[in-house]
């Protein structure tokens, strides 16, 4: 439990942060935009037309109009490619060896953290969250909030509004957009929003709205040129995965199985489209390749399915700010906790520092933004959002927020020290999906990653440029020992400067839940004993 005077302490040192630690009052209400936070989940690049993937998977008109009407970032990378600790990276601006939230499996949210949302009530904004959370732990810093428990479900999911208990009927793509909607026409209007809008698509097992079965057609989609990747000489970490669609695909994640809480009537309408594809892959029991390709082509139905509803209701929120008169002054951003798969690799899933789970679709519109329709190439992250929407709405951020605004970036410059490089460091292992933990530097051009665990220690250097694909580690090559002596520099001083030189937190954890401060851990394989601080992971 919680001391009255601990909250106490809590509430003066955010009202603190908010009086203008750093000499930046806050502006007055009317200056100051409403931010409209539209958030996906495994939503990645691939997906959205204007991020332009040459299989043109999909076309999301409204998504788009937020890019056409405002900046699309091309290269937002996340800190550790995974749900719940990229949202506490949100929150928090700070990586996940200092929010403590490290993996899905075994970490909660500690709320009494400083966030952006807290900041911005602070300082006058009405603030809400409403969709899929995914914190453990109950949302703080909003006067209203309505989310899924866990992960959630697609059909008439249950939800909790402000710690009560709710239920709902219909797809949860389209409930969350209603409650948002509701929630912003029954706002105080004297003040300015931030409305956390969060949707739980696309996430496995990517079971899309009713109205959208048989979107494509019974398309045929185009390959990824590794959808039978090899591995060739590849790092164990990389070959020894579980998240193929050769290996790890459930009978849920084909629809052979229905998707939980459907009604009477909607598994009638599920059933009418699934059950007579079903009944032919079962008479042609396809193995092998071809097996992988029905999975393929199944699985891409179900996921840009799910990105459709996403789509069509993001076009609903940008007609409401039309309707209101509100668009001009409110910051809409889109973006995913992290990238996903369509097959690359073989793969669904995230989770490496790989490209297609390693970048998040961002796209800006609203007041300030230059150059409408732009694209930005600069290494932004998800880390930089919390003092992003602060800069924005004129609120001083707290220095223990490891991020950057790119609020520059938005208005047309760039900073001659914005970053050219960023470190990464991914822990959940070995469940679910037998992932290594890993860490590295990623830079324009170059990955050094390092897998380390009780069955690996190996290292790769991947060349996006050579090798878009990223599907050979030319860690080895003699001609490139230079490069990998300076990013093995630069990785190190980036782990000085976030602070992550401390022992890797996996092993104290062990399979325990959280509960509070981690255990003493265990030096990481990569460390001389010397060398190990002894600092506490907090
Ligand atoms: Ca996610």
């Known amino acids: 439990?919680?001391?009255?005077?601990?909250?106490?302490?809590?509430?003066?040192?955010?009202?603190?942060?908010?009086?203008?630690?750093?000499?930046?009052?806050?502006?007055?209400?009317?200056?100051?935009?409403?931010?409209?936070?539209?958030?996906?989940?495994?939503?990645?690049?691939?997906?959205?037309?204007?991020?332009?993937?040459?299989?043109?998977?999909?076309?999301?008109?409204?998504?788009?109009?937020?890019?056409?009407?405002?900046?699309?970032?091309?290269?937002?990378?996340?800190?550790n490619s995974i749900c719940g600790p990229s949202r506490a990276t949100i929150l928090t601006g700070k990586y996940s060896h200092r929010n403590g939230f490290y993996n899905n499996t075994n970490s909660a949210f500690d709320s009494r953290q400083v966030t952006f949302p807290k900041l911005l009530q602070a300082a006058g904004y009405s603030t809400a969250l409403i969709g899929k959370w995914h914190l453990v732990s109950d949302p703080t810093g909003f006067d209203h909030w309505q989310i899924l428990p866990g992960q959630g479900l697609y059909y008439n999911p249950p939800m909790i509004r402000n710690g009560e208990r709710v239920k709902t009927s219909g797809y949860v793509t389209d409930i969350i957009t209603d409650l948002s909607l509701d929630w912003l026409k029954s706002r105080d209007r004297s003040k300015p929003f931030l409305l956390m809008c969060q949707h739980k698509a696309p996430h496995r097992e990517w079971a899309p709205a009713l109205r959208h079965l048989g979107w494509d057609e019974d398309r045929k989609y185009p390959e990824p040129a590794t959808l039978f990747d090899a591995f060739e000489g590849r790092s164990r970490a990389v070959s020894d995965h579980d998240m193929g669609l050769d290996r790890t695909f459930t009978d849920l994640d084909a629809k052979l199985t229905p998707a939980p809480n459907m009604t009477p009537e909607q598994l009638a309408e599920w059933n009418a489209y699934y059950q007579p594809r079903n009944a032919a892959y079962e008479a042609a029991k396809p193995t092998g390749r071809d097996l992988v390709r029905w999975r393929y082509n199944r699985y891409l139905h179900d996921y840009l399915a799910c990105v459709k509803a996403v789509d069509e209701n993001i076009g609903r929120m940008l007609d409401f700010l039309d309707r209101e008169g509100l668009a001009e002054n409110t910051l809409v951003v889109l973006s995913s906790d992290q990238g996903f798969f369509l097959g690359e690799h073989g793969w669904f899933d995230k989770r490496w520092i790989f490209e297609e789970s390693l970048r998040s679709p961002l796209v800006v519109r609203g007041p300030g933004v230059k150059s409408p329709g732009s694209a930005n190439g600069r290494i932004v992250s998800l880390i930089d959002f919390a003092q992003t929407f602060l800069d924005v709405a004129g609120v001083a951020a707290p220095a223990e927020m490891q991020g950057r605004s790119f609020k520059p970036l938005l208005v047309g410059e760039t900073p001659a020290d914005w970053r050219k490089s960023l470190y990464y460091h991914y822990y959940e292992f070995p469940v679910p999906h037998r992932v290594r933990p890993h860490y590295g530097v990623i830079t324009d051009r170059y990955k050094l990653v390092h897998y380390y665990g009780s069955d690996v220690d190996e290292w790769e250097l991947l060349d996006r440029e050579r090798d878009p694909g990223e599907t050979r580690s030319v860690y080895s090559d003699p001609a490139l020992a230079a490069t990998v002596t300076g990013l093995r520099a630069e990785l190190e001083r980036l782990r000085v400067e976030v602070g992550d030189t401390g022992p890797t937190p996996r092993e104290a954890f062990g399979n325990q839940p959280f509960e509070g401060e981690p255990a003493p851990p265990k030096a990481r394989p990569d460390q001389p004993a010397g060398k190990k601080k002894a600092k506490a992971v907090n």
């Open 1 to 79: 439990m919680r001391s009255l005077a601990r909250i106490v302490v809590e509430r003066l040192l955010v009202l603190a942060l908010v009086a203008g630690w750093g000499g930046q009052a806050a502006l007055a209400d009317e200056a100051r935009p409403n931010i409209l936070f539209l958030f996906a989940d495994d939503l990645t690049c691939q997906a959205i037309s204007c991020y332009g993937d040459e299989r043109k998977l999909l076309e999301t008109p409204n998504i788009d109009r937020v890019a056409r009407e405002g900046m699309r970032f091309d290269r937002c990378l996340v800190t």
